[in-house]
């Protein structure tokens, strides 16, 4: 009888082993596709696409009337003293 448990125990331990290791099988040959349709796309694809693009830098209009915070406050200690 004991036997017969120990039996039983072992077939369901090694069908669960043997289903965790198969899972883990096809999660790793999944994950080799998809590792090797990635390669093949950018092997094969345009050369434009394997770049990122810079950020578009803010063009600023130069005023020569435009003062800014500083030098406002330089101006504004340079008249104080002036006086």
Known sequence: MTWELVAIWAIVAGATIWFALDVRRQQSARQHEQLEEDAREFATGAAWRHRETEPAVPVMTYDPYRVTEIQRKFL????????
């Open 76 to 83: 504004e200690e340079m008249q104080r003293q002036a006086r």
